[in-house]
Each structure stands twice: as C-alpha cells, then as structure tokens.
C-alpha cells in the first residue's frame, strides 16, 4: 500500500512516524520513504509490542485474525491436505506441502511474504487493516 503512495507522501513535506507490530516493517516503510527523499521519517521502536509492554495506552480497533496467524493457519492447512492426499489418493500430492515449505523458506530468507500480501488484498483483510484516521498498515507490498 505504501509503494503506491510514495510519491504522493514524499511530495507533502509532512513528517511521519512509522509503527508496526515489532518495528520492523516501520523501519522497511521508513526506509521506503527516506529513498524517495522524504527526511523527516521517524520509527517508533520496538512498535506496539514495546508500547504494550511498557503498559501505556492502546486503543484497539475491531477485532480478526491477524495476517500473521492466516498465513500460518493456511500453510498448515495446505501441508496437512497435502500429506493426506499423498496417503491415500497419489505421492504426487506431496508437492502441495513441498511448494508451502519452499514459500515459507522464502518468506523466511527474505522478509517478504506473498501469501501474506495476497492475503492482504481479500475484501475482508482491506476493511479489517483499513486505518479509521487515515494511517496506514503494517503491511508493505
């Protein structure tokens, strides 16, 4: 979502502070801005993880699952199908679970999911990380 913004948010001039999660995607977003000449881009580090810890206020929007627990709720699902139907229907079936493990190794190396960001443009995912006040997620595509 923020690829597709960049220009138009590097033109404003405004500063920004970059949260996620852990502070990780808001330190890969910053950096998105910061190449495309926007200087004054701050990350809040540790995200919401160390807000949290640190007891100070939070106010949570509606509830869902989040992507991260989707992604590991669908691979899992497609490794187990897999594996069931390589049992009882044809071998062959096992490459359901070889390509979900070669997807994860991938996400894994490189910080960058596609189921994830697949999974980010279902109608529900955009109406469940749509910002109420006009941020953003923490999803980079």
């Known amino acids: 979502m ?13 500063s920004y502070i970059m949260v996620c999660h852990t502070g990780n995607r808001a330190a890969m977003a910053a950096d998105m801005l910061i190449q495309s000449g926007t200087h004054q881009v701050k990350v809040m580090e540790g995200g919401m993880a160390a807000w949290q810890k640190e007891k100070l206020a939070v106010i949570k929007g509606s509830g869902g699952i989040s992507l991260e ?3 590991r709720c669908i691979a899992g699902s497609l490794v187990l199908l897999g594996v069931i139907l390589a049992y009882f229907v044809h071998v062959a079936f ?17 910080d960058n999911c596609a189921m ?16 109420k006040l006009g941020g953003g997620t923490c999803a980079i595509s």
């Open 2 to 14: 923020l690829s597709a913004k960049v220009n138009e948010l590097s033109g404003s001039g405004d």
């Open 69 to 71: 627990r989707q992604v």
């Open 94 to 110: 096992l490459l359901i679970p070889a390509f979900v493990g070669a997807g994860l190794l991938f996400a894994g190396l490189t």
């Open 116 to 131: 994830g960001m697949l999974l980010m443009k279902l109608p529900y995912n955009k109406n469940l990380y749509k910002a």
